[in-house]
């Protein structure tokens, strides 16, 4: 993919709860920042940015 392909997808997401019942939907967002690399973002449904949870290695 090219980096126009790459940062025009916004795939969405819905988590469920235990009870199979909707309890999120959010979606993947890639840009490019002003240094042109990429970054990531995961929005609310609301467009709110959410925090990215740290990569753990080892565990």
Do not use: M
């Amino acid at each position: 993919l090219d980096v126009v392909q790459i940062t025009s997808l916004k795939p969405q997401i819905v988590a469920f709860d235990q009870d199979n019942h909707i309890r999120d939907r959010l979606s993947y967002s890639v840009d490019l920042d002003a240094h042109g690399r990429y970054s990531f973002s995961i929005l609310h449904e609301a467009n709110e940015t959410l925090a990215i949870p740290a990569l753990v290695y080892g565990a």
